[in-house]
């Protein structure tokens, strides 16, 4: 694959993650959420799988998972955005995970870059628990997690097991501070601070773990 191959991977994944973010910050800084709200709602069963969806797609770019964990806060709110946003994040996860494997290692590294590489080797040498600890790493983009387990002997089970238990505090987090659109102040700076204390803790069991 020629370097251009990387490079268009990479600006398509900067142009999505700036739309999806000024999305995202108009819903939360003002939008009429509420008729955004009322048209999701009427879409019936459409709108979660439309959702899950174009989640599955998005990721198969390094896009920030978050901010689509965002969106489903702001949509659906707090409950049913959680659920949507971890099912959509283990579905994309699995889907990524079956297209890295049959890409194979050179073409992954070609559209991932040198990331992946260092993922892969984790994952190679600890299994689950790296999975989980990578879950729970902000630091450590969604996709490339997903192209590192693909390419790596990490077992499909483990690999699922690792991501459900590992996306989730990150999920909660923002789902809940994309559900405080529209909201008054204090609710807003709730979610905000849940969010942050899940974000950290997590990191910190990630770091202990790494650590152990």
Request: net charge positive.
């Amino acid at each position: 694959m020629s370097t251009s191959g990387p490079l268009r991977v990479r600006l398509l994944a900067a142009v999505v993650a700036l739309a999806l973010g000024t999305g995202l910050a108009v819903l939360l800084l003002g939008g009429d959420l509420h008729a955004v709200r009322e048209v999701v709602a009427a879409s019936g069963p459409w709108g979660p799988l439309v959702y899950v969806l174009l989640h599955v797609l998005v990721t198969l770019v390094p896009v920030p998972k978050n901010l689509l964990a965002g969106i489903a806060g702001a949509l659906f709110g707090l409950a049913p955005g959680v659920a949507l946003s971890w099912v959509a994040a283990v579905l994309s996860a699995w889907v990524t995970f079956l297209l890295a494997r049959r890409l194979g290692s050179e073409r992954v590294a070609a559209l991932t870059g040198r990331r992946v590489e260092r993922v892969r080797r984790v994952l190679r040498e600890q299994g689950l628990l790296a999975v989980v600890i990578a879950r729970l790493t902000p630091l450590v983009p969604f996709t490339v997690v997903n192209y590192g387990a693909g390419v790596s002997p990490v077992a499909g089970r483990d690999y699922l097991l690792g991501t459900a238990v590992g996306v989730l505090p990150g999920t909660v987090a923002y789902v809940a501070v994309g559900a405080s659109a529209g909201q008054d102040a204090r609710t807003i700076v709730i979610a905000g601070g849940v969010g942050v204390l899940l974000l950290v803790g997590a990191a910190l069991v990630g770091r202990r773990l790494r650590q152990d």
